[in-house]
């Protein structure tokens, strides 16, 4: 999806966790496209990954419905999703990190810098952070070479809020979004290390705390 696209869906993702699009109700392409003030397909595109995320599920043959779900839903999924992200981390931990891999991730955690270095966030950061973070997650998963871990994230990714690349940036609040990344990116660095040093332990206790952070840590900074 390009990055046009990407900013629609996330926009939707808030519009619905904030409950502007409340549970149960059926949304259009066209009204949603008056809405945003923007043309129908990157709303189609968008619909379509919010459907795969579990947001929203079909309505008739071209409509679609915001799914019910409940917080404790969502709590639980991303729990999960840190349950099962840890045990890739250990795994690729306690295996060993190629010079490839390790310089994958060490692409991604520049990103990162790069991203919060001016210090503070503008609105073009959203999608940068959106995407550095879920190749992040998608290069742990997909480096410890367990097939078994890859299709149970994936199936949880289906779930509303659960997968990385769900995560809700708020741009009306980019101060209070800036602090938020910059625990994540101390999240990321300490995962690399912990990767490198083959701290197997650390680094599934690491990917765990990690998950929550836009559940538990918001009210904290």
Not at 200 to 210: F, I, K, N, Q, S
Request: aromatic content about 6%; some cysteine; hydrophobic content about 40%.
């Amino acid at each position: 999806m390009s990055s046009s696209n990407q900013s629609v869906a996330s926009q939707l993702r808030k519009l619905i966790e904030d409950g502007h699009y409340p549970q149960g109700e059926r949304l259009g392409e066209e009204a949603v496209a008056e809405q945003l003030g923007i043309s129908r397909t990157p709303v189609r595109l968008a619909f379509r990954t919010l459907e795969q995320e579990g947001l929203l599920k079909r309505a008739g043959k071209r409509g679609f419905m915001v799914r019910e779900f409940t917080d404790a839903d969502v709590h639980c999924a991303v729990e999960v999703r840190g349950v099962l992200e840890g045990l890739a981390a250990r795994r690729l931990a306690e295996h060993g990190m190629s010079s490839q891999q390790r310089e994958e991730f060490d692409f991604w955690i520049q990103k990162g810098r790069e991203v919060l270095d001016k210090g503070h966030l503008v609105e073009e950061d959203i999608q940068r952070w959106i995407e550095l973070n879920w190749n992040f997650h998608e290069l742990i998963v997909c480096s410890a070479g367990s097939g078994v871990i890859a299709d149970a994230i994936s199936r949880n990714n289906h779930l509303p809020f659960a997968a990385a690349a769900s995560i809700v940036i708020d741009k009306g609040k980019l101060s209070h979004e800036y602090r938020k990344l910059q625990l994540a990116q101390l999240h990321h660095e300490l995962i690399f290390q912990s990767l490198v040093n083959g701290e197997g332990a650390r680094v599934e206790m690491l990917m765990r705390e990690h998950a929550l952070i836009g559940i538990r840590y918001s009210e904290l900074l």
